[in-house]
């Protein structure tokens, strides 16, 4: 199966809130096999996330939504774009316009070192500008 064949999951449908019972967002997490995971990070290249984008025909609907749900307030950013901090990311809500509709279109990467993935991703054909590469339609944006 090709990237072009790959949909976006709606954002509605999926929402998963998880947490250490110590408190330690390093701790257990099942979906990533528990603990084990911790000895496979890498961050050379990428630190972490900082911000997930979701998409939809109503930004401002499914932000009220998501913040409801999670019981965290829904905010502007300094874009105007509608947004849900949580406590170690943030998630931001904007009208789906790529044609793929309603889902995840973009996740913000804290970059370590930009110059190497520009390259890998210019190797691939995947580079869109010093800011941003495409990988499958989710936008990745270098923060």
Known sequence: MGCSS?????????????????????????????SGW????????????????LQSADPRGL???WS???????????RGRFEMPLEN????????TD???EGLGGI???VTDRQRLLQAAEQRGR???DDQVMICGTRFYLV
Request: charged fraction near 30%; charge should be negative.
């Open 38 to 53: 911790s000895s496979a990070v890498r961050t050379e290249v990428v630190a972490g996330y900082r911000a997930i984008e």
């Open 6 to 34: 790959i949909r976006p999951i709606p954002a509605a449908l999926f929402f998963e809130i998880d947490w250490d019972a110590k408190g330690q967002p390093e701790g257990s997490w099942e979906p990533a096999g528990g």
């Open 108 to 110: 913000d990467l804290l």
């Open 63 to 65: 932000g009220e939504r």
């Open 68 to 78: 409801s749900i999670a019981e965290s307030p829904l905010r502007k950013d300094s």
């Open 89 to 96: 990311a943030t998630v931001r809500f904007v009208e789906a």
């Open 99 to 101: 044609g793929r509709g």
């Open 127 to 129: 580079r869109i500008s």
